[in-house]
């Protein structure tokens, strides 16, 4: 069964540092989200992105974040100058249509020391 | 402002006892409603969603409108049933922007 692979697993990395956090959705979705989870808080939603454009994003996805579709099969959620509250698990996510199920990733443990 | 109420962090049943997860929502507008859920190291997965009226692994879901509850039953709880559950609401007009419950652990015990 097709599934959303993510890249890493877990890294760690110094505050200010550049994170990229890697995807590859399901081969024929069209709609990639990202997603994140705080330690002990609730599952948020960052930014969703369709036709090579962000389609929605949360008042937390700021200048910080930035998020690509490089090639036709990754997409990319970056983190220009990390600080310590970004420390989270990330989950990407794709969907065949707009309104489909969300086919989530295993999610990439991001620490920020 | 959309909100997912989860009330209970952990729901402790013996096999075979019904369950009930519940799930309050607050949106002014025609939201759908879903059940996510993730088994220990696994990632998560949807478990149903209101607008298709499945039962899945013998799960049910209702949507009341007038309660804004979406609560998640199973009338004989199973151990392999043992998972964290999150309760989920899209507003209709943007898609797949999920808001999410805190979600609850369901435990059941043999």
């Known amino acids: 069964e097709p599934e959303v692979t993510q890249t890493p697993s877990h890294q760690v990395t110094q505050m200010g540092q550049e994170v990229i956090l890697r995807c590859v959705p399901i081969?024929?979705?069209?709609?990639f989200y990202w997603y994140r989870q705080i330690l002990g808080q609730k599952v948020e939603f960052l930014v969703s992105?369709?036709?090579?454009?962000?389609?929605?994003k949360s008042e937390i996805f700021d200048d910080q974040f930035s998020v690509e579709r490089p090639d036709g099969s990754n997409f990319t959620l970056k983190i220009r100058s990390t600080k310590l509250e970004d420390s989270a698990m990330y989950f990407c996510a794709s969907s065949e249509g707009v309104a489909g199920e969300l086919f989530f990733g295993e999610g990439s443990r991001l620490t920020v020391l | 402002a959309q909100r997912v109420t989860q009330p209970e962090k952990l729901l402790s049943v013996f096999k075979g006892a019904p369950v009930e997860l519940k799930c309050n929502y607050s949106?002014?507008?025609?939201?759908?409603l879903f059940w996510y859920v993730q088994y220990s190291r696994q990632r998560l997965q949807l478990l149903l969603r209101?607008?298709s009226r499945e039962s899945i692994k013998g799960f049910t879901a209702d949507l009341n409108k007038g309660e804004t509850s979406f609560h998640l039953k199973k009338p004989f709880a199973q151990e392999e049933d043992s998972a964290m559950y999150y309760c989920?609401?899209?507003?209709?007009?943007?898609?797949?922007?999920?808001?999410f419950g805190a979600g609850t652990i369901l435990r059941v015990k043999s």
């Open positions: 949106y002014s507008g025609s939201p759908e």
């Open positions: 209101h607008i």
């Open positions: 989920a609401l899209s507003p209709v007009e943007y898609g797949n922007k999920l808001v």
């Open positions: 081969s024929n979705h069209l709609y």
């Open positions: 992105f369709y036709n090579n454009e962000i389609s929605e």
